[in-house]
T-cell receptor, first 120, second 111 residues
């Protein structure tokens, strides 16, 4: 299995709703990422999990809450979102870094199909 | 601050023509990635360039990296409509998890 899957593909939610985005990979990757992408812009990194631990949080508002239940799964819990949070949410995975010079050769990220989120 | 600049940001070209997209970055890096994104879709990894002088080719696309000039190019040969997409270059930060992205080049190829 060489892909990253995401569910749902589309999500419409009100500002008082609670919802979750799900991401799964079976490539044995040890790093997983959440990105937010607005139209005509590059993706913006939100969170990075490395070996199932949160290693990077790019000052994301607390209404976004990531969770990594195991090495294959990544969730993004959404609560009290704002209309400006409407965007394409992308999950990605990469091999991750186990330390040592060879591990730094590259850490190519593979992206899932994304969830198109609309907040009303 | 690491910056990645792509140009042009928009390119409209005829089928059969050749063109080059440029990606300049502001700090030392010996790695660079190219991604493709179709409208409303996700990002597809195209090329991983790992060292100075690296050249990779896939079909009508060829990417190269000059780390001394801090420049990567994506060359399109004899363009076809199917290559219409937005192309991003990205440079890893020291952490190797975070990527600094170019703004993207929207490529439209007309029949």
């Amino acid at each position: 299995d060489t892909e990253v899957t995401q569910t749902p593909k589309h999500l419409v939610m009100g500002m008082t709703n609670k919802k979750s985005l799900k991401c799964e990979q079976h490539m044995g990757h040890r790093a997983m990422y959440w990105y937010k992408q607005k139209a005509k812009k590059p993706p913006e990194l939100m969170f990075v999990y490395s070996y199932e631990k949160l290693s990077i949080n790019e000052s994301v508002p607390s209404r976004f809450s990531p969770e990594c239940p195991n090495s294959s799964l990544l969730n993004l819990h959404l609560h009290a979102l704002q209309p400006e949070d409407s965007a394409l949410y992308l999950c990605a995975s990469s091999r991750g870094l186990a330390g040592g010079p060879t591990a730094y050769s590259y850490n190519e990220q593979f992206f899932g199909p994304g969830t198109r989120l609309t907040v009303l | 601050e690491l910056k990645v600049e792509q140009n042009p940001l928009f390119l409209s070209m005829q089928e059969g023509k050749n063109y080059t997209i440029y990606c300049n970055y502001s700090t030392t890096s010996d790695r660079l990635y190219w991604y493709r994104q179709d409208p409303g879709k996700s990002l597809e990894s195209l090329f991983v360039l790992l060292s100075n002088g690296a050249v990779k080719q896939e079909g009508r696309l060829m990417a190269s990296l000059d780390t001394k000039a801090r420049l990567s190019t994506l060359h399109i040969t004899a363009a076809v409509h199917d290559l219409s997409a937005t192309y991003f270059c990205a440079v890893p930060m020291d952490s190797n998890y975070q990527l600094i992205w170019g703004a993207g080049t929207k490529l439209i190829i007309k029949p």
